[in-house]
């Protein structure tokens, strides 16, 4: 009787925890609890994380970052995979353009805000993160969830906190544990692992994580007719999923169409 009774609590407990999780999970998917984000004013250190990829997808990311205002995102996380150094070199490329677009615009209204004396210190704060690949070219299924794994445990570190060079340049009022209040990908494989590490920080209530790490995914300007696969993965845990062919409009369900971002 007390085995029929022991094994009767441990069904309803594995069942109370599975529907909790369920719910939990719901709870924090935004396409099925939609959530504004919190107000910011203009020179709140903000942190943009944008996740790069080899060839096409790091050229259409910087694309569309073109008109980006470094008042807006102070602290920029540049996340690429081990051994990466085209869209590492074309991401220092871009800060290096967009200086020289911005150098000598409304330094005082960012000292003030941010309480800095330097300027330059402020607006020019970024990181080049690199982690370990998900899945190389021709790699073996059998060893492939051992990168997956090693990629998303690597993801974690990422978004916790900045690197040491980036928290040397942040405002005091700012807590060494700083997650990213937006995450920006348009599709490479390590964007699976990144925004997958985000919801798990996420579905635990980290401290620190209430109201960061919403996520815009931007599908690849090549895909006409059919998402991507990362497309197809993340098209139900970001807060915005945009396409940019009419055809792939309501795709997964929740595809925006706004028209060709990148030309």
Same mark, same amino acid.
């Given at each position: ?126 990181? =080049?993160?690199?982690?370990?690949? #998900? +899945?190389?070219?021709?790699? /073996? &299924?059998?060893?492939?969830?051992? %990168?997956? !794994? ?65 996520? =815009?995914?931007?599908?690849?300007? #090549? +895909?006409?007719?059919?998402? /991507? &696969?990362?497309?197809?993965?993340? %098209?139900? !845990? ?26």
């Amino acid at each position: 009787m007390s085995k029929q009774w022991t094994t009767t609590l441990l069904i309803a407990a594995a069942i109370v925890a599975l529907t909790t999780a369920f719910l939990r999970l719901l709870y924090i998917l935004p396409s099925t609890h939609r959530t504004k984000p919190p107000r910011r004013n203009r020179g709140t250190p903000t942190r943009l994380l944008v996740v790069l990829g080899s060839g096409g997808h790091t050229a259409e990311m910087l694309r569309l970052l073109h008109d980006l205002d470094p008042a807006s995102y102070t602290y920029r996380s540049y996340v690429v995979s081990e051994g990466d150094e085209f869209s590492a070199g074309k991401a220092r490329e871009f800060e290096r353009q967009l200086a020289a677009r911005h150098s000598g615009d409304q330094q005082e209204e960012e000292e003030q805000a941010l309480g800095k004396g330097n300027d330059d210190e402020v607006r020019w704060a970024y990181e =080049i993160r690199s982690v370990p690949r #998900a +899945r190389r070219i021709h790699q /073996s &299924l059998v060893t492939t969830p051992w %990168s997956a !794994v090693r990629c998303l445990l690597a993801c974690f570190g990422v978004l916790r906190s900045p690197s040491h060079s980036l928290r040397g340049m942040r405002s005091r009022s700012v807590s060494w544990v700083w997650y990213p209040d937006l995450i920006l990908t348009n599709g490479p494989g390590t964007a699976v692992c990144v925004v997958l590490a985000a919801l798990i920080l996420r579905f635990f209530s980290v401290r620190g994580t209430d109201g960061t790490m919403r996520t =815009i995914y931007v599908e690849s300007w #090549a +895909r006409v007719r059919r998402l /991507s &696969l990362s497309g197809r993965i993340l %098209s139900g !845990v970001v807060e915005r999923f945009v396409v940019q062919w009419e055809g792939l409009k309501g795709a997964g369900g929740r595809a925006e169409y706004i028209g060709v971002l990148v030309s």
